[in-house]
């Protein structure tokens, strides 16, 4: 945009302006200032309104919506690219640059075995990330698998669920976890050894030496910057730190003022509070969110909470109770004691914080449902204000989703499971019945619960329009269509990565639709969504993003991470 003086007036000019307004859904251009909306309008309306405003042409060839708001990504979505990458997907990096998948093992075992030549130090841990193994039938990773790249080197394979992890032989000695198989989560063998898979924080904990590193670079400013240019490329205007964060820490505190406060910082970032990341009582944990809530700015907010209840679904430790995983594997596991549950919401709720609960089972799903209607279920006023939202929600069933509505509670669904994770679901997991009723937006919708849609960067890529595609075709990685009767219209999910979703984090009066009075946060696209031409919101390119009134460019060589599959699978 045209740079403006203090006070000073610019109307900006679109093709087309997607509001998320309803009460304007449509408009020619916007008037700004002081990186606020003053108008919406035409172009003959706005500059008969202020005929000395600045004239900004520069996207009249462009779209306007609002700025995407990702209600549920993590700041170690930098952090990870420190450490060797080995998905299953190609990926792009925060430069933009495509970075090929590794479709069997031995591609991974490859990757990894260049990623230890690089190291100079044999006493620096080899961490790589985005492994996962449902997507090997016939092959395994395990620790004398990675004892072939190096018998000396502690090796750590994080999997894309971020539930798990793969360690060496020389991590199982230093970290001793042979002496700890008791540990739930620490898999064993037929010899009652253990294979090198660790399930969970309990688990993976053991090796928290190594695991450690992972945290620290996640909370670096580097990989805060990388997070930030990856929210821009993606069109991301309003980013989420869904807990991974530990604010116990004041040094973590200050550097996230720092970097996410200054000019070059291209989003606005919620901080939730997870007491899974500090060993503090409830009370304390309470009076730690109000220190940091009265230090929250306009670009930085904290007091949101989150609470995580159950595993991953691919990983089998997601709690699981009207069916059982289909290939008899165990129930997964409790990350957080259910006891527990209803006095973290109810005290967290009494303050006046938003709650938001991962949830990946039905059974997770119904214990936060009964400690909602515990604490708050019989009074009105309450079921229409908290906000408080079940995050995941996968396997919801059609009798949760009427106690959700009655409840008031929104859902923040994980869409892009669909795509990333849905043929599996359908063969291995849940089984095909219930994987074409997994994430059901539609009937969510239907009962006028409030629904956002998410990425949960870094297990999948930061991508609005990729998670709003997964929603509108519910398209598999094979391109088999999983229960078109949940498809959603692109209309429902560009408003699930705006308006609903600034709603969730309590933002919807500042961000999240174009209406006057907002934020002056815009997403710039190269064509309409809505459009004929856009029939694939993954072929909608993010042409830049524009955050209180500044436009910051989507990186060049970066493209919406969605297109990168647009061929299918590698051959």
Known sequence: MIATMLNEVAILIAKQIRTMDDSQPVAEAVAIRDGWIEQVGSVSELIEQYPTAVIDRSHSDHCLLPGFVEAHSHAMTGGMWEFTYVGFFDRRDPAGNLVTGCQSIAAVLERLSLAHLALDDPATP?????????????????APDLDRVSSVREI???????????????????????EACHVEGVVTGPDSQPTGELR??????????????????????????????????AGITTLTDLGST????????????????????????????????????????????????????????????????????????????????????????WLLAPEQVQQYLRSFHDAGAIVHAHCNGDQAISLFIDSAEAVFGQHSDER?????????????????????????????????????????????TVGESRAAVMNPAASALARGIPVSIHSDSPITPLGPLHVAWCAVSRQTATGQTLGAQERISI????????ITAAWQLGMDDEIGSIAAGKRADFVVLDRDPLGPAAEDLRTVVVVGTVLGGQYSPACSAAINPGTDHLSGLHD
């Not at 080899?126 to 395990?142: R, S």
């Not at 750590?156 to 042979?178: C, D, G, M, P, Q």
């Not at 209309?491 to 705006?498: D, F, G, R, S």
């Open 200 to 233: 969970e924080l309990p688990a993976m904990s053991l090796a928290g030496h190594v695991a450690l590193r992972i945290l620290l670079a996640a909370a670096s400013a580097n990989s805060l910057i990388r997070f930030g240019a990856q929210a821009r490329n």
């Open 384 to 428: 229409t204000q908290h906000r408080h939202t079940i995050q995941h929600c996968q396997l919801a069933t059609q009798e949760q989703l009427d106690r959700i509505a009655t409840c008031g509670l929104a859902v923040n669904f994980f869409s892009n499971h669909l795509y990333y994770w849905g043929d599996q679901h359908a063969t291995l």
């Open 491 to 498: 209309q429902q999910a560009l408003e699930a990565i705006t």
């Open 126 to 142: 080899l961490i790589a990330w985005g492994f996962d193994p449902i997507y090997f039938l016939d092959e395994t990773l395990t």
């Open 246 to 333: 530990g604010l116990g820490d004041v040094a973590t505190v200050q550097q996230l003022q720092e970097v996410v406060n200054g000019s070059e910082f291209p989003a606005r970032l919620v901080v939730f509070l997870n007491p899974a990341m500090i060993h503090r009582t409830a009370d304390e944990l309470g009076q730690l969110r109000t220190v940091l809530r009265d230090q929250s700015t306009d670009k930085l907010r904290f007091g949101p909470v989150k609470l995580v209840l159950d595993g991953s679904i691919q990983g089998f430790t997601a709690r699981l109770e009207t069916a059982q995983y289909v290939g008899g594997q165990p129930n997964g596991q």
């Open 156 to 178: 750590f394979v994080f999997h894309a669920s971020a539930h798990l992890a793969t360690i060496n032989s020389k991590l199982i000695e230093t970290a001793n976890i042979r």
